[in-house]
């Protein structure tokens, strides 16, 4: 299983976690398997999600599609994304 985890601010985290929901469609016919969303303990407006995917292909393509492109500016992204593109090298017992 892929992952792909993305940091990024918002202008207003409850405008973009609508949208971000109203966008799980698009992220699922995309080959996302879900995921978590985590806010920022210092700064509410910082987002980090971790999405597992079917493969890094279909992530990476997700990625860089327009549609996203567009949803994240309707969501008020404030900055450039990081993203990263991980494969799973170990699942530690505890």
């Not at 327009?66 to 008020?76: F, N, T």
């Amino acid at each position: 299983m892929a992952h792909i985890l993305v940091r990024h601010k918002v202008a207003d985290f409850d405008k973009w976690k609508a949208v971000f929901d109203e966008h799980s469609s698009v992220r699922q016919a995309s080959g996302s398997k879900g995921g978590v969303v985590f806010r920022s303990s210092d700064d509410p407006n910082e987002v980090v999600i971790l999405m597992e995917w079917e493969n890094l292909e279909k992530a990476r393509q997700f990625s860089q599609s327009e549609d996203l492109k567009e949803a994240m500016q309707k969501a008020g992204v404030a900055d450039q994304p990081d993203i990263y593109f991980l494969d799973e090298a170990d699942k530690p017992s505890v």
